[in-house]
DNA sequence: ATGAAAGCGCTAACAA
DNA sequence: TTGTTAGCGCTTTCAT
């Protein structure tokens, strides 16, 4: 009690420390330390030896704040971590950033324009040699200048800003999808899907209309809702549109948590699926296995995602990429057909 | 090219660009950045408004470089970010310690001792204040002197230090699920979990064997299967028991990957659930809603846990608890029943 | 190949 | 209440 800890090292050891005990001076230490080569490597190799049995750690925030240029810390900004789309992703990429000992620094969102505004402010006291970021759709505007001065890589959702980013090509995907359906013969398909607000709503939308377009249907073929994307509003939109007097022989969900209330409020309905409903889904295939039958669904490879998100990272951070145009990489979810698809039953009118 | 980018601003101002514009001293613009009572109120604001004026961002190294007591990063230590039970509860935790200005550090080992020691020496490098973990079941020793220095707390798995901790009381959800079958009448309930290397694989276990007590049944009573913490190994494991000669009349699932695997073995074995088989897995009640019939869970209040955790971590830098008692605290999971449960069915024999 | 010394941007004694 | 002056622990010229 009040008594200093006893014993060798107190808050561990530094390049002084080391310095003093080898004779030699702190360059000569940090250079080792740092596999300079222009250290005698038996020197070198006494300093690592030593570092090591001492359980030598660096200080971070000394390293960072004497060398300017350095790749310690990556800002990776997210509006969640529990949902696959951002967490599969923030997982690789810390994967392979920790390959080259850069620490990735998480943070969320939950699509709060003024907390990412916080983070961003943060990361940049933390001095990120770049940030990765899935922007909220209200960005502020000071965020966006702030994001200009560094190298920053965005994913899944855009910002407006210039800068290079990877998405998912939803509006693809969900025409694919209609493509689909209407090949089985339906002429009849309602979808799901979220707001405006959410930049992958419009871009899904959107496919959906070129499907449509395709198959030469037009607005009234194709019963719309357009909701928040949680569970409760899908599981609602579904049961509004199979209340339909008109009832869609097919459904398209575009969105993964929709999804989930998508499917419930189908079951619940008592319709045979795929008989009376074809139903096609948003996200993992392994949710969606145990619903009775399997269900089809669109689902997003999400480390495909992330390996982009690295290289794009780091052509920012090696300033490799042109300045006037920002690289934008798309990449195409895959439509994993399944138990729950198949064509129109004519039920008698 | 090549010329310095025009205007007022290159990289921010700091300190002592704000002291002489305002012409104080760098000492006077700190204590009022930090919201020190001891500066004259108008010039505190004058000073704030200028630095907010001008986008000034605190360097977080020079500060903690400075200021050894400071509460700016909290490390987080997980093996997966993709995992529900450590994700949630890191986004919980996260937003609680936002609210302080506290920093979150996460780092994810995949269970890989190394890697884990590793992250935790690169977070005393960082000098974080404290760290929350949840470690490897093979953690080094190393790692745990490392731990040993700095405030911890730990959550979900046990390292077997002395440390303060928030854990799922397995055991008792387990017994009680267990009790639940008992009490409909089943005599024979065939038990699937991960294998013991995994600390609450043995907690889950020693759960069902005290269901087993209390019932007066016998380890020939209840077949078990413990596998890898995979969903195909839940597959067959399921597959295994449910061809057995004298099949269980009820399956328990401890594992919410193993969960998936279960539930698919089930659904294509054909049997019919709950009149053939009762059925209750562990893990996220909306995933397995959408099984037909919507299947009873066990499922872990991973909000309460962040809370706890948070709040042990708070004593732990407070130094509020007593060096002796490692606090620990239990939440128990709870056991939702659905439409998977019934009495036993007496197949002819 | 090595050392001496000057910072990086901030906070914290100690003076005034 | 404010200013002066040391550092925090490391990297990095510039000498040697």
Same mark, same amino acid.
């Given at each position: 009690?009040?008594?200093?800890?006893?014993?060798?090292?107190?808050?561990?050891?530094?390049?002084?420390?080391?310095?003093?005990?080898?004779?030699?001076?702190?360059?000569?230490?940090?250079?080792?330390?740092?596999?300079? !080569?222009?250290?005698?490597?038996?020197? $070198?190799?006494?300093?690592?030896?030593?570092?090591? +049995?001492?359980?030598?750690?660096?200080?971070?925030?000394?390293?960072?704040?004497?060398?300017?240029?350095?790749? +310690?810390?990556?800002?990776?900004?997210?509006?969640?971590?529990?949902?696959? /789309?951002?967490?599969?992703?923030?997982?690789?990429?810390?994967?392979?950033?920790?390959?080259?000992?850069?620490? =990735?620094?998480?943070?969320?969102?939950?699509?709060? #324009?003024?907390?990412?505004?916080?983070?961003?402010?943060?990361?940049?006291?933390?001095?990120?040699?770049?940030?990765?970021?899935?922007?909220?759709?209200?960005?502020?505007?000071?965020?966006?200048?702030?994001?200009?001065?560094?190298?920053?890589?965005?994913?899944?959702?855009?910002?407006? =800003?210039?800068?290079?980013?990877?998405?998912?090509?939803?509006?693809? $995907?969900? /025409? !694919?999808?209609?493509?689909?359906?209407?090949?089985?013969?339906?002429?009849?398909?309602?979808? *799901?899907?979220?707001?405006?607000?959410?930049?992958?709503?419009?871009?899904?939308? !959107?496919?959906?209309?070129?499907?449509?377009?395709?198959?030469?249907?037009?607005?009234?073929?194709?019963?719309?809702?357009?909701?928040?994307?949680?569970?409760?509003?899908?599981?609602?939109?579904?049961?509004?549109?199979?209340?339909?007097?008109?009832?869609?022989?097919?459904?398209?969900?575009?969105?993964?948590?929709? @999804?989930?209330?998508?499917?419930? /409020?189908?079951?619940?309905?008592? *319709?045979?699926?795929?008989?009376?409903?074809?139903?096609?889904?948003?996200?993992?295939?392994?949710?969606?296995? =145990?619903?009775?039958?399997?269900?089809?669904?669109? @689902?997003? #490879?999400? !480390?495909?995602?992330?390996?982009?998100?690295?290289?794009?990272?780091?052509?920012?951070?090696?300033?490799?990429?042109?300045?006037?145009?920002?690289?934008?990489?798309?990449?195409?979810?895959?439509?994993?057909?399944?138990?729950?698809?198949?064509?129109?039953?004519?039920?008698?009118?």
């Amino acid at each position: 009690m009040g008594t200093e800890r006893a014993g060798s090292q107190r808050r561990g050891i530094g390049v002084v420390e080391i310095a003093q005990s080898l004779g030699v001076s702190t360059a000569t230490v940090s250079r080792a330390l740092n596999g300079s !080569d222009k250290v005698r490597p038996e020197l $070198a190799d006494r300093i690592r030896e030593f570092a090591d +049995a001492h359980g030598y750690v660096a200080n971070r925030h000394a390293r960072a704040l004497s060398a300017t240029t350095s790749r +310690a810390f990556i800002g990776f900004v997210i509006p969640y971590v529990d949902t696959p /789309a951002f967490s599969t992703v923030a997982a690789e990429c810390g994967r392979r950033l920790a390959r080259d000992g850069t620490q =990735l620094i998480l943070t969320i969102t939950e699509n709060d #324009p003024e907390r990412e505004l916080d983070q961003v402010k943060e990361l940049r006291g933390i001095r990120t040699a770049g940030i990765v970021i899935s922007p909220t759709p209200g960005i502020l505007d000071e965020t966006k200048e702030l994001l200009g001065s560094v190298p920053v890589v965005e994913f899944h959702r855009r910002s407006g =800003l210039a800068i290079p980013g990877v998405f998912m090509d939803d509006r693809k $995907a969900m /025409a !694919d999808a209609f493509g689909r359906l209407t090949e089985l013969g339906h002429r009849r398909i309602g979808y *799901i899907g979220t707001t405006q607000d959410l930049s992958n709503g419009i871009a899904r939308q !959107d496919g959906i209309r070129d499907g449509m377009r395709l198959a030469g249907l037009d607005a009234t073929d194709v019963p719309t809702q357009l909701v928040a994307p949680v569970e409760s509003a899908g599981f609602e939109a579904a049961t509004r549109l199979l209340e339909m007097p008109d009832r869609p022989t097919a459904l398209i969900v575009g969105g993964g948590t929709l @999804s989930l209330g998508v499917a419930d /409020a189908v079951r619940q309905s008592g *319709i045979e699926v795929p008989r009376d409903l074809s139903l096609i889904v948003y996200g993992d295939p392994r949710w969606f296995a =145990l619903h009775k039958p399997p269900l089809a669904t669109i @689902s997003a #490879p999400y !480390d495909q995602l992330a390996d982009h998100a690295v290289g794009l990272l780091h052509d920012a951070l090696d300033g490799t990429s042109a300045d006037g145009g920002a690289a934008v990489r798309m990449i195409t979810p895959i439509l994993r057909p399944n138990g729950s698809l198949g064509p129109p039953h004519q039920h008698t009118p």
